[in-house]
Structure formats: C-alpha cells, structure tokens
C-alpha cells in the first residue's frame, strides 16, 4: 500500500483541526478514531455545554464545535477512519506502521492527539452505583439537557464541570443542588461568583449519605448534622480517570501518561509528534486553543523536516484557498 505523509491518532478537536491543517499544507493525511462519532471530549463528554475560550467564536457548545471543525476539515482531501483503535505504531526505514484492530497503515510522519486516552468518569462510590447509572439517575455527564427539565437535580463535585453544569442546570432544572465535600471550590474565581449570585443551592462541606427512592440524604463533613431533599437526578462531577496507553516502544511519557514533547512538539522518536491534551511539557495546559497551536507547530516542523515527494504548499492560508 502507497503510504501516505500523515496519520493523526485521534480525532478530538486538535486531531481534526490537524488534519485541515495539514491537508492545506498539501500533506495526504489520514484520521484514525477509536470511538464511532469524531469530536472526543467536547462531542462525547460535554456537547451541550458552553466553551467561551475558542479564538472567534464567542461562545459554541461542544458539538457545534466539533460541527464547525469537521465542515472546515470538509474543505480537504482526507480519510477519516471511525471504529478503529489504534494499538502499535512502529518504524521501520524511516517509515510508520499503524496498526490498529482492523488493519496496518503506513505514513512519514505520524501526529498523536489520543488527548486523555480513553476515559472513564470517577464515580460516586456507592453500592447500587451501577444499576442507579443504568436507570438514568445517576450520570456522569450531559448529552442532552432536555432529560433534566424541570427536574430535581444534585450535583457532586468542586471543580470547573460541577460549576459550569449547575450553571447550564439552573436555566432548565426546578431545582439544582450543588454539593461539595471542601468548603472552597476548585474552579475559576468568576464562576464561583457566578454560582453563587444564582439560584443554585449550594451545600458545602457535605457528602453523600443515602439515597432512598427520591429522598437524598447528606451528611455533613466531621459532624453529626444531615440534610434531606427529594431529588429525581444526580450528576457526578468527580472528574475522570484515564487509560493511556503507551503506543510506541521506547516512546518517552512522563508520569501522568502523557507523551514528553519538545518545542517542535516531536516526542523523543524523530517523526513521531503530539499535540492537544496527548502531549506534556513544563508548562503545558490542557486546552483545546493550545491544542490547536501546537498541532500547527507539529505539521509545520515535520513538513520541513521529512521530505516529501511533492512541492508543499505555504504562505497564508489566503493564499492557499
Ligand atoms: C467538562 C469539560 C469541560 C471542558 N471545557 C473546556 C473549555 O471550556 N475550553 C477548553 O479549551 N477546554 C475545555 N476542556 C478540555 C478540552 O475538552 C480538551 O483540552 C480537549 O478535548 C483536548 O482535545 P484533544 O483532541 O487533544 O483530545 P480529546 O478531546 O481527548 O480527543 C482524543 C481522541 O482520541 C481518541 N483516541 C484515544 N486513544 C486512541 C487510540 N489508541 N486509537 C484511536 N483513537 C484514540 C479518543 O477516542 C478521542 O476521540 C474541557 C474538558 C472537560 C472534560
């Protein structure tokens, strides 16, 4: 098989704005996703809420963001393969061999944007966990906000996902809860601030206790003192926990999973780049608007670097369209 210049692994937003992106520097280019939709984390885990930091658009929801994206990757020649997990990647002569469950492709260059890995939410902890989740009254995140209108909602978490949920739950929900185990919450100053001049219930420091049909029982931290209210849904925001696998052998990661990058963002095997939430260096935040800069810098690098059979296009992107 004719190899092509480019596989992205992944197709988050930084893989998909990297495989426009490339393709408009003339590259071939490929996408390999594990999930059977495009979009990772703003389509699967939160497409309905909003994002305000995405360079020129004031404020877009996670799946018209990954809409936007994948109209702008439309512009391009490219192939977008869904379904299929990426396991091994090797070199051999300067050449890139993917494998994933289904089939062996092979490129010059390969871009990682695998971001967290696949991702599991943290649960709650409690016995009948499962089969609460199964009923739909518990879960983890929110694909659709219309399953909570007028309902009676609790929300568990301290960080920027409890927040900004109990924010968008305010506008449909009867009631929303806001429930934390810390006094002081874990997110930005201003949307605290926000939470806190809205109608939301706040209940800090207090855990789960019990859960009877719809009476939920909580208890407040080092005290004797409870709080009981009827609720029909909770939304667990404890975070998510990560399974990254490491694709290549040798391929240096740091301690949380993710690949070491250099400036170039090439990770320590010549060809091989990362970009988006997949990549560490000092300093890194894991944002979609860094994201999409690095894989910038990632393509520009690497097409300067492998040599391709065919002239690449440059200059600006005016120019190019
Ligand atoms: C609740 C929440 C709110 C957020 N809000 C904001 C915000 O307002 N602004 C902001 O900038 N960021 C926000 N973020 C962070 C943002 O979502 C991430 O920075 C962004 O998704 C990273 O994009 P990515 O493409 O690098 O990775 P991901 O979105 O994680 O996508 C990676 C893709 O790679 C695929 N993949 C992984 N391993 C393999 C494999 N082996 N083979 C094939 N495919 C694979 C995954 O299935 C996934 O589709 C938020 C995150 C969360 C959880």
Known sequence: ???????????????????????????????????????????????????YDIAGLPAVTGADLTKNLLEQLAQISHRLFLGESVQKIEKEEGIFSVTTDKSTRRAKGVL?????????????????????????????????????????????????????????LEKVAKNVHLVHRRTAFRGHEITVDRVMNSNVQVHTPYTFSN????????????????????????????????????LAENLEVSRNGRVKADSMMQSNIDGLY?????????????????????????????????????PLRGGHSSSIF
């Open 211 to 246: 859960l009877i049909e719809n009476e939920l029982e909580l208890k407040k931290v080092k005290s004797e003192e409870s709080l009981n209210f009827s609720i029909d849904k909770i939304l667990v925001n404890y975070g998510f926990l990560t399974n990254q696998v490491t």
């Open 112 to 168: 990682l944007t695998t971001g967290a890995g696949l991702l599991k939410p943290r649960k709650l902890g409690i016995d009948n966990e499962e089969t609460l989740a199964n009923e739909g009254k518990i879960s983890y995140f929110i694909t659709s906000l219309k399953e909570f209108e007028g309902k009676n909602v609790a929300v568990f978490g301290g960080g920027d996902s409890a927040l900004d949920w109990s924010l968008m």
């Open 1 to 51: 098989m004719q190899e092509l210049d480019l596989i992205i692994v992944g197709a988050g937003p930084v893989g998909l704005y990297a495989a426009f992106y490339a393709g408009m520097r003339g590259l071939s280019v490929a996408i390999i996703e594990s999930a059977q939709v495009p979009g990772g984390q703003p389509q699967n885990l939160y497409p309905e809420k909003l994002i």
């Open 274 to 310: 990362v970009a988006g939430d997949a990549s560490d260096y000092p300093g890194k935040m894991p944002l979609m608007s860094v994201g999409f800069g690095e894989a910038v810098h990632a393509i520009n690098a690497m097409t300067k670097k492998l040599e391709f059979d065919h």
